[in-house]
């Protein structure tokens, strides 16, 4: 496919012979190695040959052209389905995670449109393997802005199971997207790093895909192994011109050698470039937002919504030391005092080219803004009864709190399955009866490769018990120790907690008096005293339990004795124990973005929503019923959300304007 002449042959030879002698690694021409691992990312991340399918369809040949994978053939939509852009090929990432191949763009077909990295199913097909299930758990997400930086912890997958991009590129890997079963981990790592080590440079990606994006002058040097390697000659001097392979020149850091790398190894530089891509996925945002690696704060200004507050001189982002909470009624109070907006108008402003709606901010837009930002009826500038409470969870500017909810979406399918109130009396097994009997309750893993994952199933007529409950699968269970560390650290959040903080300290005859608020009402909180205020919290001693009051405070006292040594005091929370915590895990998952919406229905981890309007409607049903105790486990915000039927079509117009054209 790319012949390379004769004649070529003997002047390649020399550029070889003059850079093996002249040019070393990293010096003597600019480099720019973040690039290229993003870049090679995205070659990983298209690479159809890690799947299952290849491997029993190649014979043993890593470089085989076989017949296409029926599971890809074609693109499952919300109503039916349409041809597929792999078809002809295998599994890989971007089946399940598109971006302009329906779109618009120079790759794209121009028909079902662009997307942010989501598909277009409610749950994404799985190659079948025998008695199994065929689709994903849960609707496809949007993949861009899911690394960017946050102040809680890492949580991937709409139920936490992962703690960090590694983890989750490898068990994607070798899970069942790519048709891997529990049982097989090793057969797949095997296989995946031998079409590393065997890749020939010749197949559809390395030579045309996406205006040969990842061609390389001369068709052998772009294997795997070269770029992998660094295209070293092993003797520290590269084995053609580097300058021709700026693009495909990974960090030294995740270079290998390849005489001797391990399978495990090779996973892990697969794994070290793709998540590197990943962290490059951005809604449009400042010059000074993030870098490559994703670290910064994200300025975002591609939405009409942000293009609104920077034409207003309004705040894009919490003030240092601001809670988001703090920054979204400061917003809500500067829009409403707002004497004249200044409007966003469609092509003065912007304009779409991935999007039919204009691009635009206007006085629905602003009504919109007012709603989804008031979180009570007495907030300042609440229109009518309407409170969308929406920034609670919805935290502005990623519009997402990055940790998870139960608004009623797992309820919502499970009850139109199996009727009204089924979901609330439904048997779900306690911490020790879970934990006793894994294979019957909890997902599969390599452990428990037979484990039924019974709760992270969706409803159906014929399997009566299944249904997906989100974070439950994950909280508590051994066989995913990684996110553990995590959700305990925002076990308060999530338990709606919060930290009393002291606010006063006097001295009272012979008794220091400390004075605690802004607990929660009933929170059981611990002060522990310690000598010496640099010692770690688990050293301090516990000298009194309070429970905080109706007004959210406490106060404590104790003697002084003024021969003692110095004490330093602080607070803790007493949590409840893991066996308590569980039943509130139940239905969690984690907040989406709302920015680009236009670009990843259908909506909700059920993907049982196919317009904003729609998702609109569930809020109305579901706050409802969670004020009339209808909803099992409900968040606590869920009730406080009102919306009259006037409210929704302002509240959408307020999600549209923050569409923006996302491309690859
Ligand atoms: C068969 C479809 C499918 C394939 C193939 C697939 N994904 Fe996913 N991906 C999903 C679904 C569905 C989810 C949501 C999973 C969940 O919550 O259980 C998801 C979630 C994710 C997330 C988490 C996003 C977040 O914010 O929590 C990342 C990151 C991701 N995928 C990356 C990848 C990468 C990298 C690959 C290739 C190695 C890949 N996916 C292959 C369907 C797929
Ligand atoms: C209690 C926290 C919470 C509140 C309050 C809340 N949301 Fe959500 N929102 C979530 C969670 C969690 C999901 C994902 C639910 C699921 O799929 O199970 C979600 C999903 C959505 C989705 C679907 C996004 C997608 O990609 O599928 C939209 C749209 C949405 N919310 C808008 C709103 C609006 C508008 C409001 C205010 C009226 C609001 N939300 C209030 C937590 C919340």
Redesign the pocket.
């Known amino acids: 496919m790319c012949p390379r002449s004769v004649l070529n042959a003997p002047v390649a030879m020399l550029a070889m012979i003059l850079w093996a002698f002249s040019v070393r690694a990293q010096d003597k021409f600019p480099t720019d190695f973040a690039a290229a691992d993003v870049n090679i990312g995205e070659r990983l991340?298209l690479e159809t040959r890690f799947s299952q399918y290849f491997f029993t369809n190649c014979a043993g040949d890593d470089n085989a052209e076989i017949p296409g994978d029926s599971i890809v053939s074609t693109l499952r939509t919300a109503t039916g389905h349409v041809p597929g852009p792999f078809r002809g090929l295998a599994?890989?990432?971007r089946?399940?995670?598109l971006v302009d191949e329906e779109g618009y763009g120079p790759f794209g077909n121009n028909i079902l449109g662009n997307r942010t990295y989501a598909d277009f199913a409610r749950r994404?097909p799985?190659p079948p393997r025998a008695g199994l299930r065929t689709q994903?758990?849960?609707?496809?997400?949007t993949?861009v802005d899911?690394f960017i930086p946050r102040n809680v912890p890492l949580f991937?997958?709409?139920?936490g199971?992962f703690a960090s991009?590694h983890d989750?590129?490898i068990g994607?890997?070798t899970g069942r997207?790519?048709g891997w079963l529990p049982s097989e981990y090793a057969t797949a790592v095997h296989h995946i790093a031998n079409v590393i080590r065997n890749d020939d440079g010749a197949g559809y990606l390395a030579t045309e895909a996406r205006d040969s994006r990842w061609r390389l002058e001369d068709t052998d040097l772009a294997t795997y192994s070269n770029i992998f390697a660094d295209f070293t000659n092993y003797d520290g001097s590269f084995i053609t011109d580097p300058r021709t392979l700026k693009a495909f020149l990974i960090s030294p850091q995740y270079a290998l050698d390849m005489r001797y790398a391990s399978d495990e190894q090779i996973l892990n530089t697969i794994a070290n470039l793709?998540e590197a891509y990943?962290r490059n996925l951005f809604f449009s945002q400042a010059t000074n937002g993030l870098d490559f690696e994703g670290e910064g704060t994200a300025i975002f200004n591609g939405s009409p919504f942000d293009v609104f507050l920077i034409k207003n001189g309004l705040p894009q982002l919490p003030d240092p030391g601001e809670t988001p909470a703090q920054y979204a009624q400061r917003l809500l109070q500067l829009v409403t005092q707002l004497p004249h907006p200044n409007f966003v108008t469609n092509q003065i402003d912007g304009q779409f080219t991935t999007h039919k709606q204009s691009f635009h901010f206007g006085a629905e837009e602003l009504k919109g803004l007012k709603i989804f930002l008031t979180v009570t009826n007495t907030s300042p500038g609440h229109v009518g009864a309407n409170v969308g409470n929406c920034a609670t969870c919805h935290s502005l500017p990623a519009f997402t709190d990055f940790i998870f909810h139960n608004t009623g979406a797992a309820q919502e399918e499970y009850d139109a399955i199996h009727g009204a109130g089924t979901f609330k009396s439904l048997y779900i097994p306690d911490l020790s009866t879970r934990q006793t009997n894994y294979n019957a309750f909890l997902p599969p893993t390599t452990n428990y490769p037979d484990a039924t994952g019974l709760f992270e199933t969706p409803p159906s007529k014929d399997m009566p018990g299944a249904v997906d409950l989100g974070l439950w699968n994950v909280y508590a269970n051994p066989e995913f120790p990684t996110p553990q560390p995590g959700l305990q650290q925002i076990l308060p959040q999530l338990l709606g907690l919060s930290l009393p903080r002291f606010a006063r300290a006097q001295i009272v005859g012979q008794n220091l008096v400390l004075n605690a608020t802004n607990g929660t009402p009933g929170a059981v909180c611990i002060i522990l005293a310690s000598t010496n205020n640099l010692l770690p919290t688990g050293s301090w001693q516990a000298v009194a339990t309070n429970i905080v009051d109706d007004a959210g405070t406490f106060s404590f006292s104790a003697s002084v004795n003024p021969a003692a040594a110095q004490t330093f005091y602080k607070l803790s929370l007493s949590l409840p124990s893991p066996g308590a915590v569980l039943p509130l895990t139940v239905a969690r998952f984690?907040t989406p973005t709302l920015r680009d919406l236009g670009q990843s229905a259908p909506y909700l981890?059920t993907g049982r929503r196919e317009t904003l309007e729609a998702v609109l409607q569930f809020y109305q049903e579901f706050s409802t019923k969670a004020r009339l105790n209808e909803v099992r486990n409900a968040d606590s915000a869920l009730s406080g959300i009102h919306l009259s039927d006037a409210a929704i079509e302002p509240l959408a117009a307020f999600l549209r304007s923050l569409n923006e054209d996302y491309t690859d």
């Open positions: 991340f599994m890989n990432c089946q399940c995670h994404s799985v994903t758990p849960r609707n496809s997400p993949l899911s991937l997958h709409l139920d199971q991009a989750l590129i994607t890997l997207n790519f793709i990943l984690k981890h």
